[in-house]
């Protein structure tokens, strides 16, 4: 166990929808990484906070938002779905980046969501 | 998105041999990471190396920090059934620069 949250494990919807991935990452941890995996595919970043402000961006597309809050946990919001959106998305955390060891990270069991 | 390049890009190997992956790319990282992905799982993080040069071992694997800063190696000795899965290697260039992931190899270990 990584110690990293992510709610729900599985998530079924139809196109054209909006839904909400939460991730609650480890004790202590006040980055949050999101990270999208297709069937067979590597890890594409998305996007990382850092403190509640954004750090990072990779390949997120505009229907999608994140946002991490006072608390630390984070929530990815995926609109205007699309069957191509059907995907493993995980979220990582880590330590604050200061010290030795600060970009490890700890994944989340991930949520699947399958765009019907 | 930049990618590392990863090989060999998947592997059958028999129980009890040794194998070898490595990661390589075109950027200097400060930070290498090695992690296995059971399937549908989230990927777990196996070996963390921060100096080039830097030999680790966790158990039976072995990885190194490439002299050149541009590569990492994973080495699985003895290797067992439940060694299958997806490992990916991660590097990170320092400061707030983004952690990119490895194409990844995927093991098969036949019994």
């Known amino acids: 166990d990584s110690g990293v949250t992510q709610t729900p494990k599985h998530l079924i919807t139809a196109t054209g929808q909006r839904v909400t991935l939460r991730c609650s990452p480890r004790?202590?941890?006040?980055?949050v990484y999101w990270y999208q995996q297709s069937l067979d595919q590597g890890l594409q970043f998305l996007i990382q906070?850092?403190?509640?402000?954004?750090?990072a961006k990779g390949n997120i597309l505009e229907r999608f938002s994140a946002q991490q809050f006072p608390d630390l946990h984070s929530e990815l919001n995926l609109s205007s779905l699309e069957l191509g959106d059907s995907a493993l998305y995980f979220c990582a955390s880590s330590v604050s980046p200061t010290g030795r060891g600060p970009y490890e990270q700890y994944f989340g069991p991930g949520t699947r969501l399958t765009v019907t | 998105g930049q990618q590392l390049n990863q090989s060999p890009q998947s592997m059958f190997i028999q129980e009890g041999e040794d194998v070898s992956m490595n990661c390589t790319s075109s950027?200097?990282?400060?930070?290498w990471l090695w992690y296995k992905q059971d399937p549908g799982e989230g990927p777990v993080l196996l070996i963390a190396?921060?100096?080039?040069?830097e030999l680790t071992s966790n158990g039976r694997l072995t990885a190194q920090f490439g002299i050149t800063r541009k590569d990492s190696f994973l080495n699985i000795s003895a290797s067992i059934p439940s060694d299958v899965g997806i490992y990916f290697c991660a590097g990170q260039g320092g400061g707030y620069q983004k952690v990119t992931f490895g194409t990844g190899t995927k093991l098969q270990v036949i019994p």
């Open positions: 950027s200097i990282f400060n930070t």
């Open positions: 190396l921060y100096k080039a040069g």
């Open positions: 004790s202590g941890d006040l980055s």
């Open positions: 906070y850092y403190n509640g402000e954004e750090r």
